[in-house]
């Protein structure tokens, strides 16, 4: 069976109803055997951590490029050892193998780093102004790629990344550690993802996408080290992964204000589960950057700790778009500030043209089976007061902590709850709308 086809009868089968006792998985690899295979070393790359192999990594992609109608495609195997590098593109119909003991290590030399011009449903660099800096491993309308291996591992050395952001003198957007763009049919599995300078992966306008056994590694004290961030795509599955990182391990989001309305592509048909990790922020969040859109979204088996918000939808006036049908169930939470915020006053702007009267919509979000201990406020829903956040609901939801734990806050949100602890905001008690929560 070709890869492609390989990869959507998998997302597909995730629609139907599975076996008795069975766990659910869209992936289970081994990655497809491919019809080439060749070694970054056999275009002079040398894995000894010191020498710069950018040129070795284009190299063998140019090569594998050029056998594009080669049968089954290429895979590109990355040996035991260090492999320093500039940032490089992938091809379709490839696979990127990282054996294990395999590191490719990113450059500090931020000189050497490509820009790139800013999202079109962006408008401009998400930190600044202007164009934004590459990603170490990019990609731009591919097919059929893998990213994978024996838990070799992408380094992204974001030390003085970091340390640029502190002292104010970044120049542009900081890179991610892997951003695909307009692709489709990708997997990326069985790898380790440590100290990216700012997003760790980052797919955008993709579809088809599985990242599954991933591992997420940075310091909780570096700026902005999101975990995955699934941005303006469909069809995508993140199950069975640990993501440490210094800001919200997995967060969905569609675009930036009135570029994102303009570009309207929103996140869809999305499943995440069985994801273990614990950070200053999010375990899973939704926005705030929203403005295409997000729906039809199910997230189930979390296991987080040590948390700044166990789960966070946020939006902001002026965003527009729509947060709706999101299911958050089966979540073990130890350790938080908040259980569950979902707020419509978070995120800045991307300038001054945003127009605050445009207003999302949140609609239809079940939050159930949620159990928490050392929580210090149970949760904050705060809707928008021409927009409220309607069909809200909270089906046994327990958070407890170490001594009394901080009361619901509700506003502008209308909803239901049952079998909450602590009890629930009086907002959450419209007859008219408890039926949601026990349909």
Same mark, same amino acid.
């Given at each position: 069976?070709?890869?492609?086809?390989?990869?959507?009868?998998?997302?597909?089968?995730?629609?139907?109803?599975?076996?008795?006792?069975?766990?659910?998985?869209?992936?289970?690899?081994?990655?497809?055997?491919?019809?080439?295979?060749?070694?970054?070393?056999?275009?002079?790359?040398?894995?000894?951590?010191?020498?710069?192999?950018?040129?070795?990594?284009?190299?063998?992609?140019?090569?594998?490029?050029?056998?594009?109608?080669?049968?089954?495609?290429?895979?590109?195997?990355?040996?035991?050892?260090?492999?320093?590098?500039?940032?490089?593109?992938?091809?379709?119909?490839?696979?990127?193998?990282?054996?294990?003991?395999?590191?490719?290590?990113?450059?500090?030399?931020?000189? +050497?780093?490509?820009?790139?011009?800013?999202?079109? +449903?962006?408008?401009?660099?998400?930190?600044?102004?202007?164009?934004?800096?590459?990603?170490?491993?990019?990609? &731009?309308?591919?097919?059929?790629?893998?990213?994978?291996?024996?838990?070799?591992?992408?380094?992204?050395?974001?030390?003085?990344?970091?340390?640029?952001?502190?002292?104010?003198?970044?120049?542009?957007?900081?890179? &991610?550690?892997?951003?695909?763009?307009?692709?489709?049919?990708?997997?990326?599995?069985?790898?380790?993802?440590?100290?990216?300078?700012?997003?760790?992966? &980052?797919?955008?306008?993709?579809?088809?996408?599985?990242?599954?056994?991933?591992?997420?590694?940075?310091?909780?004290?570096?700026?902005?080290?999101?975990?995955?961030?699934?941005?303006?795509?469909?069809?995508?599955?993140?199950?069975?992964?640990?993501? +440490?990182?210094?800001?919200?391990?997995?967060?969905?989001? +569609?675009?930036?204000?009135?570029?994102?309305?303009?570009?309207?592509?929103?996140?869809?048909?999305?499943?995440?589960?069985?994801?273990?990790?614990?950070?200053?922020?999010?375990?899973?969040?939704?926005?705030?950057?929203?403005?295409?859109?997000?729906?039809?979204?199910?997230?189930?088996?979390?296991?987080?700790?040590?948390?700044?918000?166990?789960?966070?939808?946020?939006?902001?006036?002026?965003?527009?778009?729509?947060?709706?049908?999101?299911?958050?169930?089966?979540?073990?939470?130890?350790?938080?500030?908040?259980?569950?915020?979902?707020?419509?006053?978070?995120?800045?702007?991307?300038?001054?043209?945003?127009?605050?009267?445009?207003?999302?919509?949140?609609?239809?979000?079940?939050?159930?089976?949620?159990?928490?201990?050392?929580?210090?406020?149970?949760?904050?829903?705060?809707?928008?007061?021409?927009?409220?956040?309607?069909?809200?609901?909270?089906?046994?939801?327990?958070?407890?902590?170490?001594?009394?734990?901080?009361?619901?806050?509700?506003?502008?949100?209308?909803?239901?709850?049952?079998?909450?602890?602590?009890?629930?905001?009086?907002?959450?008690?419209?007859?008219?709308?408890?039926?949601?929560?026990?349909?």
């Amino acid at each position: 069976m070709p890869p492609a086809l390989r990869l959507l009868t998998a997302l597909l089968l995730l629609l139907l109803p599975s076996s008795a006792g069975a766990q659910e998985t869209c992936w289970s690899g081994p990655a497809p055997r491919r019809g080439a295979w060749m070694s970054v070393a056999s275009f002079g790359g040398r894995g000894d951590g010191q020498t710069l192999n950018t040129g070795a990594f284009a190299r063998a992609v140019a090569s594998i490029e050029r056998r594009r109608g080669a049968r089954g495609g290429t895979l590109l195997y990355v040996p035991p050892g260090v492999w320093l590098t500039g940032p490089f593109n992938l091809t379709s119909h490839m696979t990127l193998f990282l054996a294990r003991g395999a590191v490719i290590r990113a450059t500090q030399d931020t000189s +050497s780093w490509p820009l790139i011009d800013p999202l079109p +449903s962006y408008g401009r660099g998400r930190e600044l102004p202007g164009g934004r800096y590459m990603s170490l491993i990019h990609g &731009h309308g591919l097919q059929d790629v893998f990213i994978t291996g024996d838990n070799g591992t992408i380094d992204g050395q974001g030390s003085v990344w970091w340390d640029m952001w502190k002292k104010r003198t970044l120049p542009f957007t900081r890179p &991610h550690l892997l951003e695909l763009m307009y692709s489709t049919d990708v997997v990326v599995s069985n790898v380790v993802f440590q100290d990216s300078p700012f997003w760790n992966i &980052h797919p955008v306008y993709c579809s088809n996408v599985v990242i599954a056994n991933v591992t997420v590694l940075a310091p909780h004290d570096s700026p902005n080290t999101d975990g995955i961030d699934l941005d303006s795509s469909s069809n995508v599955c993140i199950e069975d992964s640990y993501i +440490s990182a210094g800001d919200d391990l997995i967060s969905i989001k +569609s675009g930036w204000d009135e570029y994102g309305i303009a570009f309207g592509r929103p996140s869809s048909g999305i499943t995440i589960r069985r994801i273990t990790g614990f950070g200053p922020f999010a375990g899973f969040a939704v926005g705030s950057e929203t403005s295409g859109g997000v729906e039809n979204v199910l997230v189930e088996h979390l296991n987080l700790f040590s948390m700044g918000v166990g789960i966070h939808i946020k939006t902001n006036s002026g965003r527009g778009g729509f947060i709706r049908n999101i299911t958050v169930s089966e979540v073990t939470l130890n350790g938080a500030r908040y259980g569950l915020r979902i707020a419509g006053d978070v995120g800045g702007h991307p300038d001054a043209s945003y127009n605050p009267s445009v207003l999302p919509v949140v609609n239809s979000v079940m939050i159930k089976n949620v159990w928490g201990q050392n929580i210090r406020q149970a949760g904050l829903i705060r809707g928008i007061r021409n927009s409220v956040f309607s069909n809200i609901c909270l089906s046994n939801v327990k958070l407890y902590g170490s001594a009394s734990i901080g009361p619901w806050k509700c506003r502008s949100v209308s909803g239901g709850a049952i079998d909450v602890q602590p009890s629930p905001c009086t907002e959450l008690a419209s007859a008219s709308e408890t039926g949601f929560c026990t349909s």
